[in-house]
């Protein structure tokens, strides 16, 4: 079985706020992250789909410096123990924090 994912995977634990255009929100933590997604560990039994557009709001921590950034996303996959989502558009801060892990 071939690996379908275009975008290599980091085991990474951090904050996440899932906002829904309906007023949902959910708190987590990320298991893992790539330039395309991330999969956050959190409650699932709120009322949102597979396919729903939302906002996901982490708050990255690197060298000694904390920045909030927020990535348009869609989710792609939820269940018992988090949600898969795929970002659809990454901003420069974002983009910055992954770049910096693929050079170490």
């Given amino acids: 079985m071939s690996e379908r994912r275009?975008?290599?995977?980091?085991?990474?634990?951090?904050?996440?706020i899932l906002k829904f255009a309906n007023g949902v929100t959910i708190e987590g933590q990320t298991r893992?992250?790539?330039?395309?997604?991330?999969?956050i560990e959190?409650?699932?039994?709120a009322e949102f789909h597979e396919g729903d557009t939302c906002t996901v709001s982490l708050r990255i921590e690197e060298t000694g410096e904390t920045v909030d950034t927020e990535i348009f996303s869609t989710v792609t996959r939820r269940?018992?123990?988090?949600?898969g989502c795929q970002f659809l558009k990454i901003?420069?801060?974002?983009y910055q924090f992954m770049g910096n892990l693929t050079d170490e």
């Fill in 91 to 94: 901003n420069s801060t974002y």
């Fill in 32 to 39: 893992e992250m790539s330039m395309g997604g991330a999969f």
């Fill in 79 to 83: 269940g018992g123990q988090g949600i």
């Fill in 42 to 45: 959190c409650e699932t039994d």
């Fill in 6 to 16: 275009e975008h290599e995977r980091h085991l990474i634990r951090m904050f996440a």
